[in-house]
């Protein structure tokens, strides 16, 4: 899809593009409001000034929507919409030693089990040994300092997908 292309689809269908660049309803509504964009430079700014102004319930939900890191199952089932965007996003994993995997499982859970969401991170040219080793060190983290590095990392994640979308 190009940028003229989403520029002119209806409101429906650009909201299903964009959710599948980040899924969380209230960016994707305010999204919407900002068509016909003039350039790409403008939509990545809008993309960006409008994630930070979400809630954090907003980031939540947008962060609901990604596999854990590893998780292979969770990229068959449960996010077939992304899932060839979020394998490759991951494919460090794919040749990870089960004893990694295994570590990354283990650090996953007791991140949800602090922060209350999955470990997000942009996991784009990372191997399984780079995320682990990112993963642990923002497990000490307060909350209220994870939560906004999560939430640039979504951001990131959210450019990259944009840029998967419109072609670029």
Known sequence: MTLPELNEI???ERKAALSTCCDSSA????MDK??????????????????????EYDWREAFSHHPKIGDVDSLRVKFANTRSWASGEQAGVSAASEDVLEQLADGNRQYEEK???????????????EMLAILRS???????????????EQDKITRIRLKKLLQL
């Open 27 to 30: 960016w994707v509504a305010e």
């Open 138 to 152: 923002r497990l000490p983290n307060r909350p209220e300092d994870e939560i906004l590095l999560a939430a640039q």
């Open 34 to 55: 900002i068509f016909p964009v003039e350039s790409t430079n403008t939509l990545f700014e809008q993309a960006e000034v409008i994630w930070f102004a979400c809630s």
């Open 115 to 129: 922060f209350g969401y999955i470990f997000i991170v942009c996991a784009t040219g990372k191997s399984a040994e």
């Open 10 to 12: 209806t409101s429906a």
